[in-house]
């Protein structure tokens, strides 16, 4: 058997597949992809499993049943390849999921996606999870980006990511305040010369505050930010998301508006923007404060599987900023949401539930453009309106 030598976040190493105990199985609602190697070994090796094999999301998916909407090979919460054949024989995308790994010249990274909940309390629910750790693993993915970069040395390119990662830590820096820290510290990245980066990441995050413009204020963002998420989840494969469509649904109640899918628009009432200041209130005072751990360790999440600034959602680093800002602000006004129609701190079960749905969407959207046109149409793309919809005053 192989062993391949990586770095790994250290929440890994008490993640398992919870298997039929999952709340939202990764089996079910998605095109598994498999890659032309997992193909020809069933052609060569197991050729019956070639019936499971579809197309259409790309060359090659796992067929899912039209009726469940879960892969045909899904048996009692456990994956029947996988039992009756061995991991060997499940694709990259099943075989590595929600692990996400990176190829940064001779090294390899693996952190994971919080669109798994069983990685959402392993890493955002608890401290300490993104230590590197060096361990082995038996297999790597077919395919593999590099990220190496002419400029800067594999390790460097690692220290660049982690110095990112660790000053979003910082107790004293308010989630909202890391992340337009984040935007300006890019900006002045793309000034310097790129070999000093590794040196340059961690100064400019502690000294970016001096550069941060006021912060641009809209009554409309709260309802434009909820509006957003629907014309993303309108635009994408209708699916069965009831995890998703409970956290939309706090989020309608508390904000006291109504969207209507058919044509993509939310309907305000009388009583929205008072409904709003009052959570928003109650955010501030006292309900952000119990939050601001757990929004610091997503962040991190988000930096980590991206290797943020190398890799990410989006075309370039500003885009990626924009976007990890919005998104931000979306889980925020999520989380706010369901403490109000709770009245009060929501438990951990809840907490977990609205951070993997929307993770479990927005993680795997296909094509950033859509994304980034809206966010430019409300001007949440310039520092100013972010810093306004983040709650970063």
């Not at 460097?156 to 004293?172: K, R, S």
């Not at 929307?358 to 950033?368: G, I, M, T, V």
């Amino acid at each position: 058997m192989s062993a391949y030598p990586l770095e790994r976040a250290s929440f890994l190493e008490q993640f398992s597949c919870l298997g039929d105990k999952c709340e939202d199985t990764c089996c079910k609602g998605w095109g598994m992809q498999l890659t032309e190697e997992t193909v020809n070994k069933y052609k060569q090796d197991a050729p019956e499993l070639l019936d499971a094999v579809s197309s259409g999301e790309a060359d090659y998916i796992m067929k899912r049943d039209d009726k469940t909407d879960y892969c045909i090979k899904y048996d009692n919460g456990w994956c029947g390849i996988h039992g009756a054949y061995g991991t060997d024989y499940l694709g990259d995308a099943c075989h590595f999921f929600p692990r996400v790994t990176r190829k940064v010249g001779d090294t390899h990274t693996m952190t994971a996606s919080l669109s798994c909940p069983e990685v959402v309390r392993l890493a955002v629910m608890q401290p300490g999870a993104f230590v590197r750790q060096q361990g082995m693993t038996d297999r790597l993915p077919h395919s593999l980006k590099d990220y190496s970069r002419e400029a800067l040395s594999d390790e460097q390119v690692l220290a660049v990511n982690q110095a990112f990662i660790d000053a979003v830590n910082d107790e004293q820096v308010s989630p909202a305040r890391s992340i337009a820290r984040l935007f300006v510290s890019v900006e002045s990245m793309q000034r310097v010369s790129e070999d000093t980066w590794a040196m340059a990441a961690g100064y400019y995050m502690k000294n970016a505050d001096s550069s941060l413009p006021n912060a641009e204020g809209n009554a409309a963002d709260p309802f434009n930010l909820l509006n957003a998420l629907q014309g993303l989840i309108g635009a994408s494969k209708r699916t069965a998301r009831p995890r998703l469509d409970e956290t939309l649904a706090d989020m309608e109640t508390a904000l006291q508006v109504k969207l209507n899918w058919e044509n993509l628009s939310i309907q305000t009432s009388e009583g929205s923007l008072e409904a709003y200041q009052a959570m928003e209130k109650e955010w501030r005072k006292s309900w952000g404060n119990v939050f601001a751990p757990v929004l610091r360790r997503w962040i991190q999440a988000q930096l980590s599987v991206a290797l943020f600034p190398f890799a990410g959602f989006g075309d370039n680093v500003q885009d990626r900023v924009s976007i990890l800002g919005v998104r931000f602000a979306t889980l925020q006004l999520a989380l706010m949401s369901a403490c109000s129609v709770n009245d009060g701190i929501i438990d951990d079960a809840q907490v977990v539930r609205i951070i993997q749905s929307l993770s479990r969407f927005l993680d795997h959207l296909a094509d950033p453009t859509l994304s980034m046109q809206i966010y430019t149409e409300t001007g949440w793309v310039r520092l100013a309106r972010l810093r306004s919809l983040m709650g970063d005053y």
